[in-house]
Structures are given as structure tokens and as C-alpha cells.
């Protein structure tokens, strides 16, 4: 297994895309307007839309994919990389953490999916543990956001501490990393 990074307007990406539209596209506010782009198969339009429709003004954006080894190369599951988030909240303390987190320059992951054919053999949390050992290297710290409570536990044992409150109106749970994180 490997760890790779790919560009927004690979074939690879596409891919990846297409399953994190699928898992999280109703549930992620700030996926719904890259809906009408889903099906472009201009690749220099999907990755300027992409970019633009996020507000992203840098071409930072990292997909990390864990591909298998062999010739095939058969993606498995992947994470998204964004020097800045394009997330937004409802409720107050979670909008404060995020100022106050964007202030101090944390990076933002996001729509860690792992393929339903591949899960509950560790390959979410290979993908964790080597993306951000990755993105820890240069960037000391990362946050991101957890839409299922019941997976709180999985993030804290790979190094998150929670920032929200447990109860919140948004039923999403901010979570940082920081320092060190061992590679698998
Ligand atoms: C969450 C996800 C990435 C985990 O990938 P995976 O390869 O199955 O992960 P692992 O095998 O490394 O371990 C998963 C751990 O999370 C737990 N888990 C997975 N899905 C869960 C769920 N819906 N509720 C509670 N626990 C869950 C597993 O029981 C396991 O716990 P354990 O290590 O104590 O046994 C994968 O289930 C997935 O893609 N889910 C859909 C997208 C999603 O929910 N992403 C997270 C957004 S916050």
C-alpha cells in the first residue's frame, strides 16, 4: 500500500471525487456547488471550477490517495489536503474555534473515506497516520471536522483532541492534531 498525492484534474482524483460526492455530497454544505461540475470530462474546467467554486485561491489543495502496490494500482480510499477551510457553522462556539484555529494557521483535512470493499481492515487509519505525518512534517497543525459521534474514540486514538463542546447546533465535532505523528 501506498500513500500517494495526486493533482485535481488526474484521472485518479476523478475518481476519488466521485466517491466523496457519493458519501458525503448531501451532507457536506460546502460540496453542494461542485455538484454541477461532477460530470465535466474537461479536466483544465473541473480542476479551474474546483478551485473556484471552493474559494480556493492556491492550487494547495493535496488529495491523498492509499493506492494498492500493484500495477493496477486499485485506489482504496483517500483524504483531502486544503491550506484554508471552506467550512462554515451554525453554532457559535464551533464558529469561534474556527477562527481562532484559521488565525493560527492550522490546515484543514477533510472526507477521509476508505472504500466500502476495504473497510474495518485499518486502511482508514493507515490513511490518517500517513497523511498527516505528511502534512505535520511542514505544517504543525491540522484540524478537521467529524460528522459521526461513534467515531470520536478512532480519532482520539490517532492523536485528535475535541475542541467542540459536545452538545453543538451543527452536530459536528471540530478536532485538531498537532506535533508529531508517527508514520506506519
Ligand atoms: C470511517 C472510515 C474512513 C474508517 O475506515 P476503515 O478502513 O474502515 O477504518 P479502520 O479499519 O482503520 O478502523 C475503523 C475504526 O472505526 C470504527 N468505525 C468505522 N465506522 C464506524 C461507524 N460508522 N461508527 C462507529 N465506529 C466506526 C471501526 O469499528 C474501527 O474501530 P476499531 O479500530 O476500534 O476496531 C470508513 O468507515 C469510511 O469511509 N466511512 C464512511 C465515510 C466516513 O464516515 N468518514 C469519516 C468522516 S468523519
Keep these: ?30 460540496l453542494q456547488p461542485l455538484k454541477p461540475i461532477s460530470f465535466s470530462t474537461n479536466p ?27 500495477v493496477p494500482r486499485e485506489f482504496v480510499g483517500g483524504i483531502l489536503y486544503f491550506p484554508r477551510s471552506p467550512e462554515g457553522f451554525k453554532d457559535r462556539n464551533n464558529q469561534e474555534i474556527l477562527e481562532r484555529i484559521d488565525s493560527e494557521g492550522y ?38 471536522v467529524v460528522s459521526n459521534p461513534s467515531l470520536l474514540p478512532w480519532y482520539a486514538s490517532m492523536g485528535a483532541k475535541v475542541l467542540s463542546p459536545a452538545e453543538n447546533k451543527d452536530e459536528l465535532w471540530v478536532v485538531s492534531f498537532a506535533g508529531h505523528q508517527e508514520s506506519l
Design 107 to 144: 490546515r484543514f483535512i477533510s472526507c477521509l473515506q476508505v472504500r466500502d470493499v476495504f473497510r474495518g481492515q485499518g486502511y482508514g487509519a493507515t490513511i490518517m497516520q500517513r497523511a498527516l505525518g505528511a502534512i505535520l512534517e511542514e505544517h504543525k497543525k491540522i484540524w478537521g
Design 1 to 30: 500500500m501506498r500513500l500517494v498525492e495526486r493533482s485535481i484534474r488526474s484521472r485518479a482524483f476523478l475518481l476519488q471525487y466521485l466517491q466523496i460526492m457519493e458519501e458525503f455530497g448531501e451532507e457536506i454544505p460546502w
Design 44 to 70: 483544465n474546467y473541473f480542476r479551474d471550477q474546483f478551485l473556484r467554486r471552493l474559494g480556493c485561491e492556491e492550487e494547495e489543495i493535496v488529495p491523498y490517495q492509499l493506492v494498492m502496490s500493484d
